[in-house]
């Protein structure tokens, strides 16, 4: 039941009921306008950064929609409804962790990506692309070392068990340093050792599919006699929980991450304004997934396409070569490491922004489960 729809059965309600009903447009505006870009662009990283801008808006007018409504949120079933959502948000910091892990798992790609561009090119991806006044002659020994990075950077993407290892091993936070004793010197993660946890650790047996399907468990619309008792406060508090699922799911799809999975059920009722758009993009990314050359693929993020296609070409024209080089096939090479160099400086230009979108994603969730609970105290112990 819509919240227009008991207008007449809640007198009290019609007060709230264009802040209610603002929320439910305001959600549909910015998810319609997320839905309208091109199918193979809805993952790329200005995309999903788009997507977090998103939620980050809509935590913030749901926080505030909370904040007016203080003296209900102890009131039953509002109490149940708000705490469901808050503990579907404790859930999502894990995928925030998750998803910072595959941030970090990246930049590992990067690195090899560097050796690979500094052996064919003419410099680091610190040159911005540019011309140098001085073309080396590329050589065996430029395409033995370009040859194993991208063997390397093969293993490491494709690799997903293994890879979902590593990562499990690694406890990180946001902004919070971690002198442990637990990354020694001569770990081979030392340098990423300054992350702890701020929910639980994602530990080597922690799946990010399960993880989904926890923070959907039981997200059902609110029944009629629900929506009445709460003056409509119930139907934000589902349009947040499918906000959030969704926008979890979409991070899980786009990045690495351990035990990667897209088999989540998820419904929405088309009688809410934002639905529509919500499930265009569901079945535009589920059937991008679906792609015969994104089926192996370890994320569907956009630039993760371009990295391994890039990546792949330019492998099978090593192997090709011999010597001693020819002009054309040496023109060849370099064409194609112009155009890895390209999409590595468009990764490199991209991650760190996503990064810092979903470390504030993380603090916003705790800082308003920390809100949330302390109006819960008030309503229990008045001053």
């Given at each position: 039941m819509l919240v227009s729809q008991v207008h007449a059965e809640s007198p009290n309600y019609v007060s709230a009921s264009h802040e209610l009903e603002s929320f439910q447009r305001q959600v549909a505006d910015r998810f319609q306008d997320l839905a309208s870009v091109p199918s193979d662009e809805l993952l790329s990283l200005h995309s999903v950064r788009k997507l977090l801008d998103a939620?980050?808006?809509?935590?913030?007018?749901?926080?505030?929609?909370?904040?007016?409504?203080?003296?209900?949120?102890?009131?039953?079933?509002?109490?149940?409804?708000?705490?469901?959502?808050?503990?579907?948000?404790?859930?999502?910091?894990?995928?925030?962790?998750?998803?910072?892990?595959?941030?970090?798992?990246?930049?590992?790609?990067?690195?090899?990506?560097?050796?690979?561009?500094?052996?064919?090119?003419?410099?680091?991806?610190?040159?911005?692309?540019g011309e140098s006044c001085f073309r080396r002659s590329l050589g065996e020994g430029q395409f033995r070392r370009a040859k194993k990075a991208l063997i390397d950077l093969a293993i490491m993407m494709f690799d997903e068990k293994d890879s979902g290892q590593a990562l499990a091993y690694r406890n990180r936070s946001f902004g919070r340093n971690n002198h442990g004793s637990s990354h020694s010197k001569d770990h081979p993660l030392r340098s990423l050792g300054h992350f702890r946890s701020l929910s639980w650790s994602v530990s080597r047996y922690w799946s990010a599919v399960r993880q989904l399907q926890a923070i959907g468990?039981?997200?059902?619309?609110?029944?009629?006699?629900?929506?009445?008792?709460?003056?409509?406060?119930?139907?934000?508090?589902?349009?947040?929980?499918?906000?959030?699922?969704?926008?979890?799911?979409?991070?899980?799809?786009?990045?690495?991450?351990?035990?990667?999975?897209?088999?989540?059920?998820?419904?929405?009722?088309?009688?809410?304004?934002?639905?529509?758009?919500?499930?265009?993009?569901?079945?535009?990314?589920?059937?991008?997934?679906?792609?015969?050359?994104?089926?192996?693929?370890?994320?569907?993020?956009?630039?993760?396409?371009?990295?391994?296609k890039c990546s792949r070409l330019l492998?099978?024209?090593?192997?090709?070569?011999?010597?001693?080089?020819?002009?054309?096939?040496?023109?060849?090479?370099?064409?194609?490491?112009?155009?890895?160099?390209?999409?590595?400086?468009?990764?490199?230009?991209?991650?760190?922004?996503?990064?810092?979108?979903?470390?504030e994603v993380f603090h916003r969730i705790v800082r308003s489960r920390t809100d949330g609970l302390d109006s819960f105290g008030r309503g229990h112990n008045p001053e």
């Open positions: 939620f980050l808006c809509c935590q913030e007018e749901f926080r505030a929609i909370l904040f007016k409504n203080k003296a209900q949120l102890t009131k039953p079933p509002l109490d149940r409804l708000i705490a469901d959502f808050y503990e579907r948000s404790v859930k999502a910091l894990d995928v925030c962790n998750a998803v910072r892990d595959g941030i970090e798992h990246i930049r590992q790609w990067q690195k090899l990506l560097e050796i690979v561009l500094c052996a064919l090119g003419d410099g680091d991806l610190n040159n911005n692309g468990n039981n997200l059902t619309v609110p029944r009629g006699n629900e929506v009445v008792a709460t003056n409509g406060l119930a139907i934000p508090g589902y349009t947040m929980g499918c906000v959030l699922l969704f926008v979890m799911w979409a991070l899980v799809a786009a990045i690495p991450c351990q035990d990667r999975g897209l088999q989540v059920h998820f419904y929405v009722p088309r009688q809410f304004p934002w639905a529509a758009p919500i499930l265009s993009m569901h079945d535009q990314i589920m059937e991008e997934s679906r792609k015969r050359e994104r089926k192996s693929s370890c994320g569907l993020l956009r630039e993760i396409y371009q990295v391994e492998g099978e024209l090593v192997d090709s070569v011999q010597f001693p080089l020819s002009e054309e096939k040496e023109a060849e090479v370099r064409q194609r490491v112009k155009e890895l160099r390209n999409v590595c400086e468009a990764m490199k230009e991209g991650l760190e922004p996503l990064e810092m979108q979903v470390r």
